[in-house]
């Protein structure tokens, strides 16, 4: 057989198939891999999806996504994301909102996932984070990963613990100092610390008025002027760089950053808890209209109840930093010494008590995707870009 | 009556081939202005119509607003643009003053026959990703990088250098290992102006090396100096990613406020940045033909 005969009769299998899925009924195409939009922080158990898949007994075909609004907006809502994926996931407080006003994702049914009543207080009816997994009451997400961010710092130069906002402000770690290059996080955990610590009188750090963007801003531009700020950071490397290296020794930051510092050069870097409050997020997974469409919500929701079981809690607590969504989480560690060692164990269980004492916190504020000034912030962080 | 039909046919035939072959021939030379109406011009408009429209919540509609210009020129974008320019210019001179020489090199002293594949290996830098290039440059230039230790080794310097990362040095630097091949290609093609002849010519009337550059090699390889002047200056505008990851809190350049206005959701001021970028390349352009008359850039290959 010649390549010419094998390319041919590859070419007419193909069409064969392709005629018989089309001529199926939707229900049929159940069975396919649900095609998941998500960034690799969606998946523990390895660096493929294939333990993912064997917790929840369907196939998934995951294509990456970033972090970032714009592109989602983009996909599910200007562009052809529906025909595309079948579930996506996202910064709960704001693009679920979005998404749902948009009809880009549909509403699900709780009484599918059975992990669903192991779901953590705070996103239960009357919750303080309810809202960011519903929309106009109706639940059309589930949430995977949260975490309150703080300050990371480089404990084995500065020698002491920090507990303050103010520490990343401070005229010592002048020029040795970043934040994250993204006017949400960091305008907000700017307000936090300026309202806590009575310098500027802030009513909602989460949704500030046009002059309270204002002062913020003037706040980081003073001190930019200053050379205060080596860099805004963008990403997980180029965070985990900067730490690592030396080039700063306070970040505000994800932990997820301060995890993979510490563990580059074994340097002695920590996540404080700020007595002010923190930014806190959560991430979130929703099943898209076109997945529905296309009969794909029993695999929607085999994978959601993965994710809210301590199997994917404890590991990405373990593995990444991030708060388990689920209660049992200790209890299922405790259960695995062949999974958990003893090592990994009292790094968990430090770990979930560090983001306890963060959680509660009274300072703490919610993310929010999209401010009600938006303006304001885009063109004040423009300034402070400029500055 | 056979001559009387070979006649008949003769006069007939041959105008009805010939205005098929000229008809396909117009058609053949019509394609590049195809090509540039369907890839540039069209999308160039539609940029600036898209810059007049009005913003919505996550997308934006139709209507004539120029609130996307004044949000551009009335804030610290316009100084952001401006700065983004001032550096891009010292990239170009720095490119212009290592890669030249390098271009003029090539010409006067390596063998002809070798000139292209000496070419070539500035083209081997291309074969990897930008970005891995730009990212490989911070070990090298970081507080504890290659060049710092180094320095710090020979007792050059007691403290790290750290104004060669997270600032605006740092994308300079980052541009001009980005794009230094450009001048040389652009020079090298605009060598091919200047005949070997000129170097013995002037050498012969004791015309120094200044003289010699300033008088005949400047004027003759002007315009292909100028392109790949411009198109250096272009990218130092354009590309984000270089502020991005070599530079400190304050470098931005026109792409990274686009991306910036994009990431906002704010698309009409995305578009009104990208029109405003590719009027300033435009007008450019425009300086350069009329101080140099850019077609003479092919006309040594003619």
Aim: glycine share 8%; charged share 15%.
């Amino acid at each position: 057989m010649n390549q010419t005969e094998f390319n041919r009769r590859q070419l007419l299998a193909l069409m064969g198939s392709a005629a018989a899925v089309a001529g199926l009924p939707r229900g049929a195409m159940a069975a396919e891999a649900l095609k998941l939009w998500a960034p690799g922080i969606a998946k523990v158990g390895g660096n493929d999806w294939s333990a993912m898949e064997a917790q929840a007994g369907v196939s998934i075909a995951p294509i990456a996504k970033s972090a970032r609004a714009d592109e989602s907006i983009q996909k599910m809502v200007v562009g052809d994301g529906n025909s595309l994926y079948d579930a996506m996931t996202d910064n709960g407080g704001g693009m679920e909102d979005a998404l749902a006003s948009q009809g880009a994702i549909v509403p699900l049914d709780a009484s599918r996932i059975a992990n669903f009543s192991n779901m953590v207080a705070d996103y239960q009816d009357g919750g303080a984070a309810a809202d960011t997994i519903r929309y106009n009451g109706d639940l059309v997400a589930i949430p995977y990963i949260s975490n309150a961010d703080s300050l990371a710092f480089n404990h084995g130069v500065i020698g002491e613990e920090l507990s303050s906002w103010e520490a990343l402000f401070d005229s010592q770690f002048r020029g040795r100092a970043a934040m994250q290059n993204d006017f949400g996080p960091t305008l907000t955990n700017t307000a936090i610390y300026l309202k806590q610590s009575g310098k500027q009188d802030i009513e909602n750090p989460s949704d500030m008025s046009e002059a309270e963007v204002r002062g913020v801003c003037q706040f980081l531009i003073d001190l930019k002027k200053k050379g205060h700020f080596r860099t805004f950071w963008d990403g997980v490397q180029n965070g985990a760089d900067l730490l690592s290296s030396e080039e700063v020794l306070v970040s505000s930051c994800w932990e997820v950053i301060q995890i993979f510092a510490a563990r580059k050069n074994g340097a002695d870097i920590r996540y404080g808890t700020m007595k002010e409050g923190h930014q806190a997020w959560n991430n979130v997974v929703m099943l898209t209209r076109g997945g529905k469409e296309r009969g794909m919500e029993d695999a929607f929701y085999a994978l959601a109840n993965v994710y809210l079981s301590p199997w994917f809690g404890a590991r990405t607590l373990a593995g990444l930093g991030f708060t388990p969504q689920m209660v049992g989480v200790n209890e299922y560690i405790d259960a695995h010494p062949d999974d958990f060692d003893a090592d990994t164990k009292a790094i968990t269980a430090e770990r979930l008590a560090r983001k306890q004492e963060r959680i509660v916190v009274p300072g703490n504020s919610w993310q929010n995707v999209f401010p009600t000034n938006i303006r304001a912030y885009q063109d004040w962080w423009a300034r402070v870009q400029a500055a | 009556m056979t001559v009387r039909n070979i006649e008949g046919v003769a006069p007939v035939a041959a105008p009805l081939r010939e205005p098929m072959r000229e008809k396909l021939a117009r058609w053949v030379f019509a394609l590049p202005l195809a090509f540039m109406l369907l890839f540039f011009a069209l999308p160039m408009a539609l940029t600036f119509v898209f810059s007049v429209f009005e913003r919505t919540m996550f997308w934006m509609e139709p209507g004539f607003t120029l609130f996307s210009y004044e949000n551009f020129f009335f804030s610290a974008r316009l100084e952001n643009f401006l700065s983004s320019m001032y550096y891009s210019g010292i990239a170009v001179i720095v490119c212009f003053v290592l890669g030249f020489p390098i271009a003029v090199f090539l010409r006067k002293s390596v063998p002809q026959v070798a000139q292209h594949r000496v070419v070539l290996l500035f083209i081997l830098p291309f074969m990897v990703s930008e970005i891995i290039r730009v990212f490989a440059l911070r070990p090298v230039l970081q507080r504890n990088g290659l060049v710092n230790t180094t320095l710090q080794n020979l007792g050059l310097i007691d403290e790290p250098i750290t104004a060669l990362l997270y600032t605006h040095t740092g994308v300079i630097i980052g541009e001009v290992m980005s794009f230094l091949p450009f001048i040389i290609f652009s020079g090298f093609l605009a060598m091919e102006a200047v005949p070997k002849y000129i170097f013995e010519v002037c050498d012969d009337l004791g015309a120094g090396p200044v003289r010699r550059f300033l008088d005949v090699i400047l004027p003759l390889a002007a315009p292909g100096i100028f392109a790949g002047c411009t198109f250096i200056f272009v990218n130092g505008l354009g590309v984000a990613l270089l502020p991005n990851i070599l530079g400190g809190a304050g470098a931005v350049n026109a792409g990274l406020i686009a991306t910036q206005a994009i990431a906002a959701l704010d698309f009409p001021l995305a578009m009104a940045v990208s029109a405003i970028m590719m009027t300033t390349l435009m007008a450019l352009l425009y300086i350069g033909h009329r101080l140099f008359d850019l077609t003479k850039i092919l006309s040594p290959i003619n």
